[in-house]
């Protein structure tokens, strides 16, 4: 088993979410996050008057979940195609060893988990 964790551009989490929905994952979960890379933060207007501050984080959303061995690539290529645009900077996808995995309901361990 693996563990995907891909940290996207928070305006294109909703195309993310309809491409893994085709591909029949168990579950995925998903927070909001900061963070601060290569892409370029905007200016943001401040108060009423003209003042602006670049604020020090970009806000991402971080998604996470854990999948056979054989849908990783599947994985990583549906959040590729719906969420990279080409440009530098755009977010990162971090696959990881999973030893084990129970569910808290059943008590299935192991890919009956997921």
């Known amino acids: 088993m693996k563990k995907i964790e891909a940290v996207v551009p928070q305006a294109r989490i909703e195309r993310a979410f309809a491409a893994l929905k085709e591909l029949d994952l168990g579950g995925i979960t998903y927070f909001e996050s900061k963070g601060r890379g290569e892409i370029p933060r905007p200016k943001i ?56 995995a129970v569910d808290v309901g059943s008590k299935k361990r192991g890919e009956a988990a997921l």
């Open 45 to 100: 207007h401040s108060g009423r008057g003209t003042g602006t501050y670049t604020p020090e984080f970009n806000v991402n959303s971080t998604i996470m979940m854990v999948v056979k061995d054989s849908m990783v690539d599947k994985v990583v290529e549906k959040i590729l195609e719906s969420t990279s645009s080409g440009l530098k900077g755009e977010g990162k996808i971090f696959v990881s060893n999973v030893d084990d």
